[in-house]
């Protein structure tokens, strides 16, 4: 039989065809006196324990004998190539396994002249392309490089004859004597200028663009996940509010969240920031006190049409605010925001391809200290109008923080 070490078997090797000594496949299976199977070499190897590893009942050699029924059942089983991870796709039963063990095209057995490593027959020539040890001398510098290196060399090498690429008369010169070496020292700090002004791009974006778009795709799947309450809550990527400032992050509950009466589970989508723990805490101030605008984007092609959705929360108005604005005890503060942002009916026309997006913007600065007394109904209706006059393309609601008085969920929010 083929060596146990080289099988692979095809849905692992059955328990009834195992020795309990080498837990190996049988070889020249002997069977006990107790009906349970050993390997003819396991069976006589001297300082064999004088009970059956299985059942330990004593052993009768006088009552022992060869298995040719399970020795044909052995050679029976389904097997694949040994060499299988090198490509090849051979199977059939163990008895026929040497056969082909012999004739494998795929058998590691030749070796690469240059680098000495071995590869399967079909493997080896591929491999003699690219070998690391394949040498090529340049014909101008007379330097000698890996072939699958002259190419790129040759792009560079100083003695290569060239003319002058902005045709100033300048012909058949070395390239160290050409201004082609001028052009690419120009062409590297054209880069490094480039880089420098995609940088202080990137700066401008976080710290005067929105801190967070979050796409929102899949939309139904995770709406259905959420309603069958396998997922009822997803998270953004973390962000930042402003440079070296608050980390934070945005959760969204698309079934909406909650489950008493007055929950939006089944009829809103809830939306919600929480503050995590940040590398700046120690340099900011405590509580947080900066207004937070959550968005639902209108996706409409014509940018004049679009409406979007906004709620604004005013972090001065939570109540019993110390575990959603406090600097962070643990990994993370309780999430505040709109439990009710708007109706799941009202969501679908801000949904466009099975995907929504979500705007997060956190004002830089601190919100003024100003008195919370309550407004008449006359002075509320003045400032909604202006701030719709002023920003037409937003709808604006009254500020109504989601508070842990409200729902639980507000401010126990699952991670």
């Not at 090198?86 to 056969?99: I, K, N, P, R, V």
């Not at 929105?210 to 990527?237: C, H, M, V, Y």
């Amino acid at each position: 039989m083929t060596s146990v070490q080289s099988v692979m078997f095809k849905g692992g090797l059955p328990a009834d065809c195992t020795c309990p000594i080498c837990e190996q496949a049988l070889r020249d299976p002997i069977k006990l006196n107790c009906d349970h199977h050993y390997c003819r070499q396991c069976f006589e190897k001297e300082g064999r324990a004088p009970e059956c590893a299985q059942c330990q009942t004593i052993i009768q050699p006088e009552l022992c004998q060869h298995d040719r029924a399970k020795h044909k059942q052995i050679l029976a089983l389904p097997v694949v190539c040994t060499f299988e991870s090198s490509g090849c796709q051979w199977s059939g039963q163990l008895g026929t396994l040497h056969d082909h063990l012999s004739e494998c095209t795929f058998k590691s057995s030749l070796k690469c002249e240059k680098c000495g490593r071995q590869f399967a027959k079909n493997d080896l020539e591929r491999h003699r392309e690219k070998c690391d040890l394949n040498r090529a001398v340049c014909s101008y510098c007379n330097k000698t490089i890996r072939d699958s290196d002259l190419e790129r060399h040759l792009k560079t090498c100083p003695e290569v004859i060239v003319s002058c690429p902005f045709q100033c008369g300048l012909s058949d010169r070395p390239r160290h004597e050409g201004t082609y070496e001028l052009m690419e020292r120009d062409m590297g700090s054209f880069n490094d200028r480039q880089s420098r002004i995609l940088s202080a791009a990137d700066t401008c974006t976080e710290m005067f663009g929105p801190q967070l778009i979050w796409k929102i795709d899949k939309l139904q799947q995770r709406t259905n996940e959420a309603k069958s309450g396998a997922d009822t809550t997803i998270f953004s990527t973390p962000f930042m509010s402003h440079r070296f400032g608050y980390k934070m992050m945005a959760c969204a509950c698309l079934f909406g969240d909650g489950s008493s009466w007055f929950s939006s589970a089944g009829k809103s989508i809830s939306l919600y920031v929480l503050i995590l723990k940040g590398e700046f805490d120690p340099t900011l101030e405590w509580p947080f006190n900066r207004s937070i605008k959550i968005s639902l984007l209108d996706q409409n092609p014509r940018p004049e049409e679009r409406v979007n959705i906004t709620y604004v929360i005013d972090p001065r108005k939570l109540k019993a605010n110390e575990k959603f604005l406090a600097r962070p005890r643990g990994e993370r503060n309780a999430a505040f925001g709109s439990q009710s942002f708007c109706s799941l009916a009202i969501l679908q026309n801000y949904v466009k391809d099975d995907t929504i997006y979500v705007r997060i913007d956190v004002d830089r600065c601190e919100t003024l200290p100003i008195s919370l007394k309550a407004r008449d109904a006359k002075e509320r209706k003045q400032t909604l109008e202006s701030l719709r006059l002023k920003t037409p393309d937003v709808r604006v609601h009254q500020v109504r923080p989601v508070t842990g008085q409200s729902t639980s969920s507000s401010a126990e929010l699952r991670v």
